[in-house]
DNA sequence: TAAATAGCAGG
DNA sequence: GCCTGCTATTTAT
């Protein structure tokens, strides 16, 4: 080993990037909703490196206002720069104050990139005797590398390695990293604009330097090529010189390295500290505190040079033999008895995620017979148990069961398989039954209403406390995703081992979990449950600290249950009445096509728009300047389309042609698949946890836009009928519930007034407006009124407003001022909401579930507009949603108390749908009716139409 | 084969 | 202007 000095410069926005993209799908948003993202990442990687090298001289590079020589030789250089995301801009100032308080040098020169930074300084430094590490991503410094200067680059999944001469030869197939610069010079730079030679990239670019070894070799053959090369080379030159000069990293830049200045000395640690609490870094303190103040025992010579020793350092500390406990070992002596587990791994940063290759866990597989039974007579003395089924395929309607992982200690648990034939399943699941039918143990899970309808197919019902770690987290922050792998890497700092690795990437030859051999199973499945424990512990005090504990416990979680009932119904399809409307649309829309055709005098897609954009615009030139769409087609969406249909009749054809496609393929067609067959009925699955409002979504298929609003596509609506003529459908849906809702939170008396009455409100509001009788409302002024009311609730523009309506923009404005006269209290509720969002970085609904709004703050207005229109929003839909959550889970309870044979079917936001047992249609009504109508008390009254019929149609 | 785009169904 | 999910076409890999 050498003793020689080695010194690291970090290429800072290289960092701050990657570390801010890579948070990208789950920003990190703290409490006063600033994205810290890019600081976190940044921060991650810088003490990453620190502990793993230990560097004794370190400094951070920026750039400065952008490199003057290079635009002043090429304008373009870099031109094409999206603007630096708001996230980076904000998190700069912050990581210089770190960086400060860290006692780390910041070099930055005006007028310079970072790169030409670290080139000048590390060949000053060479000149020292140092051994430099260029700390980037970026392929462009291999230009660099000598045998003392050396790329030490951040890999994706975790590790770095390094780049030496070798390396460099091999990756550019190069004899000097000098060549780099032609390479990069030949193939040009998307990202950063240098153009390069056309039609070259890296496989060209190599062969040419393998051949002549420079730009300038490769320009002085170009007799030598042929063909289309030759005359672009050869007209490219001067392209080609200049590519190659951007390329070149500058080495002279004025800055001077001094080692003394470079020495890493220790942090301020109070004042990062302060700064990263600030910052709520919790995890980030940690590691901090750790890489600097307990470093005693790491700096041995293991990790002195590393950086050194293999290409890529990966994060594997524990080898597999040092783990505990395989599968199949010794399984009874381990019942029980509380095997000691090593210390847990301190790794935190970004890079070097734990796997179950690196976290000390124990992980048993329970062998059929006795030691099942001991095992639940274990099972059953818990109090709290996380369990995960596996199962053969998605659907739990025609699932299998394969095994039940369960948990209740952080890193260990146990793997229940089980066996493919139907009497031994069976057989199984009695010996499980006390366990999930225990009314005092408390179930844990990740997203429990899966588990929940596989085994009610089982014929077991789960009961006792639920915790939901998807709810949980949904409640915490409803705009990220919630899958286990993001939760526990975002959580947990856990890579777990993906299904895909087991079972193959969906469709061709996947497989299924039963073909898992029973170790791989283990471990997968006991994995699953051990992390879903330990979020566990996270999310619940999370939701104690966000005041949202009772919208989990007397909402989602109960919801979680009536969901699981419903979807089990499903609701029954009328197959044989829309293979027939099948039937009547290909007629329509054959004769639709024939005359289509025959007006554009050509056959072609109409179900394309890039062919339909062609088709009007050039070949039949409807309109002088069509509309284009962002990626510069022309516009044929509904709304364009429909400004031309008076004057060409094929327009109207087109629109007709969409329409009925949309709905054959869509629902007619679509819907009789989906029919499950052992039940004849439809099963949607709603999502508890996509909507960032709190309302449900539904899919597969979703039953929450079958269509309704032309006559023809709600005819579709006669396909849902009750499941047998003992049977009626009926719909009850709340009257203008989030007008209701905005009129009670605003206080505002005229509406409040108006819904007390019992009046039109679209026409009351319209009579105000406009100034005259309620009887003399004309139904124009009727219409006006109404798009206004909605628009209010999405947060009005004069320019949306008049989109939606024939007037003009100075109409719209005057129309929306007259309304904020009429109800002054709205607009200070809205103005109200945006405040508070901006103090807190969150708006919440009437049951205080939160929607946290990081670009409230935004100095970009429209970025900034988006924000203030959800935090009107939000708390009005969410509030909606939250009201008729309510009245399901009382109506679900009210129903299975009074052993009633109706069911509740569907839901569609303000909508709930009954199959409902003829005999007992009158207390239904009036059940349904005073559930939903006082789920929860506002200072408007909520009204609830009923409405019954043989199909969802009639129904309404 | 997968991902992105355009368009459109509902509240 | 807010909140969604599905289909078909097109594009990129």
């Given at each position: 080993m050498s003793d020689q000095k080695r010194l690291f410069l970090v290429d800072a926005y290289a960092l701050i990037f990657r570390g801010y993209y890579a948070f990208i799908k789950n920003p990190r948003i703290n409490s006063k909703g600033e994205d810290t993202s890019a600081i976190m990442g940044f921060m991650n990687s810088l003490l990453d490196v620190i502990k793993r090298e230990r560097p004794d001289h370190l400094a951070v590079c920026f750039d400065k206002g952008g490199s003057v020589d290079r635009v002043e030789m090429y304008e373009a250089y870099k031109a094409n720069r999206d603007e630096t995301p708001e996230g980076i801009k904000t998190a700069v100032p912050y990581i210089y104050d770190i960086l400060k308080a860290m006692h780390i040098p910041i070099v930055m020169k005006e007028g310079f990139e970072a790169d030409d930074v670290i080139g000048t300084l590390s060949r000053q430094a060479e000149k020292e005797g140092f051994k430099t590490f260029m700390v980037t991503p970026d392929k462009d410094f291999a230009q660099l590398v000598t045998e003392n200067i050396f790329m030490y680059r951040p890999v994706f999944g975790g590790g770095y390695e390094t780049w030496g001469i070798p390396e460099v030869q091999q990756k550019f197939e190069v004899t000097d990293p000098m060549q780099v610069i032609d390479y990069l010079g030949m193939m040009g730079d998307a990202s950063d604009n240098i153009p390069g030679l056309p039609g070259v990239g890296p496989k060209t670019a190599k062969k040419f330097l393998a051949a002549y070894g420079s730009m300038e070799g490769l320009l002085a053959h170009t007799h030598e090529l042929k063909g289309k090369m030759k005359e672009k080379v050869e007209a490219n030159g001067e392209l080609g010189l200049l590519s190659k000069k951007l390329a070149t990293i500058m080495l002279d830049v004025p800055v001077t390295f001094d080692a003394k200045d470079f020495e890493l000395d220790q942090p301020d640690i109070e004042k990062v500290k302060e700064i990263f609490q600030n910052l709520e870094f919790r995890r980030l303190t940690d590691n901090f505190l750790k890489t600097f103040v307990d470093n005693t025992e790491t700096s041995s010579n293991e990790t002195k040079t590393p950086a050194l020793e293999g290409k890529v350092d990966t994060v594997a500390k524990k080898s597999s033999s040092e783990r505990k406990g395989s599968a199949g070992a010794g399984q009874f002596s381990l019942f029980g008895a509380s095997s000691d587990l090593s210390d847990q791994e301190e790794t935190t940063s970004e890079y070097t995620r734990k796997t179950a290759e690196t976290s000390s866990h124990f992980y048993q597989s329970v062998a059929s017979g006795m030691a099942t039974k001991l095992f639940v007579k274990n099972l059953l003395n818990q109090t709290s148990v996380c369990f995960d089924t596996e199962t053969t395929g998605l659907n739990p309607l025609t699932a299998e069961l394969v095994g039940i992982a369960f948990s209740w200690e952080v890193g260990k648990g146990f793997y229940v398989p089980f066996p493919e034939d139907r009497n031994g399943a069976k057989e199984l699941i009695e010996i499980l039954r006390p366990f999930f039918e225990n009314e005092n143990i408390e179930k844990i899970g990740q997203n429990l209403k899966y588990d929940i309808k596989v085994l009610a197919k089982y014929n077991v019902d789960v009961k006792g406390n639920l915790f939901d770690t998807m709810l949980a987290h949904y409640l915490i922050n409803p705009d990220m995703r919630h899958n286990m792998d993001v939760l526990a890497e975002t959580y947990l700092n856990y890579t777990p081992i993906s299904i895909t690795e087991l079972i193959g990437k969906k469709g061709k030859n996947q497989r299924s979990m039963r073909e898992v051999p029973l170790d791989k199973q283990t471990e997968y499945a006991v994995e699953d449950a051990d992390i879903t424990l330990q979020l566990k512990e996270h999310f619940e005090k999370e939701l104690r600290e966000a005041n949202t504990q009772k919208l989990f416990d007397d909402i989602e979680v109960p919801l979680l249950r009536v969901l699981a009932a419903m979807e089990l119904e499903g609701i029954n399809l009328d197959k044989a009445f829309l293979n027939s409307l099948s039937e009547e649309l290909n007629n329509d829309i054959a004769n639709l096509e024939k005359s289509i055709y025959e007006a554009a005098g050509e056959e072609f897609n109409i179900a394309s728009p890039k062919q339909l954009g062609v088709i009007l615009f050039e070949k039949m030139k409807l309109v002088d300047k069509?509309?284009?769409?962002?990626?510069?087609?022309?516009?044929?969406?509904?709304?364009?389309?429909?400004?031309?249909?008076?004057?060409?009749?094929?327009?109207?054809?087109?629109?007709?042609?969409?329409?009925?496609?949309?709905?054959?393929?869509?629902?007619?067609?679509?819907?009789?698949?989906?029919?499950?067959?052992?039940?004849?009925?439809?099963?949607?699955?709603?999502?508890?946890?996509?909507?960032?409002?709190?309302?449900?979504?539904?899919?597969?298929?979703?039953?929450?836009?079958?269509?309704?609003?032309?006559?023809?596509?709600?005819?579709?609506?006669?396909?849902?009928?009750?499941?047998?003529?003992?049977?009626?459908?009926?719909?009850a849906d709340y009257s203008q519930i989030e007008l209701r809702i905005i009129a009670a939170l605003s206080e505002e008396e005229t509406m409040i007034n108006a819904f007390k009455n019992g009046e039109d409100i679209h026409a009351s509001t319209a009579s105000r407006v406009f100034n005259v009788p309620i009887s003399e409302v004309t139904r124009e002024q009727r219409s006006n009124a109404k798009t206004v009311n909605f628009g209010i609730i999405y947060g009005v523009s004069a320019f949306g407003l008049s989109n939606q309506t024939d007037l003009s923009r100075t109409e719209a404005k005057e129309l929306i001022e007259t309304y904020y006269a009429t109800y002054p209290k709205l607009r200070s509720y809205m103005s109200e909401q945006v405040d508070f969002a901006r103090d807190n970085g969150y708006v919440q609904t009437v049951l205080n579930r939160r929607r946290y709004l990081k670009d409230i703050n935004s100095r970009n207005a429209v970025v900034r507009g988006a924000a203030e229109r959800n935090a009107v929003n939000a708390p009005i839909q969410g509030s909606a949603a939250d009201i008729i959550k309510l009245a399901m889970i009382n109506i679900h309870k009210k129903l299975a108390e009074g052993n009633n044979k109706s069911k509740m079917l569907l839901q569609v936001h303000d909508e709930l749908v009954f199959d409902i047992y003829k005999p007992e249609l009158d207390a239904m009504k009036l059940l349904i009716k005073t559930e939903m109508e006082n789920a929860y008390q506002l200072s408007v009254p909520l009204d609830v139409d009923l409405d019954i019929g043989d199909n969802w149609l009639e129904a309404h």
């Open positions: 069509p509309k284009k769409t962002k990626t510069g087609q022309y516009s044929t969406a509904e709304d364009v389309l429909s400004y031309l249909a008076k004057d060409h009749e094929i327009i109207q054809q087109i629109l007709d042609f969409r329409g009925l496609s949309k709905l054959k393929s869509t629902y007619v067609d679509a819907l009789p698949l989906q029919v499950e067959e052992s039940t004849g009925h439809v099963h949607t699955d709603y999502m508890q946890t996509v909507a960032a409002t709190g309302r449900l979504s539904s899919n597969n298929p979703n039953l929450q836009n079958i269509p309704i609003r032309t006559e023809r596509g709600r005819q579709i609506r006669k396909a849902f009928v009750p499941r047998n003529e003992d049977y009626t459908l009926l719909a």
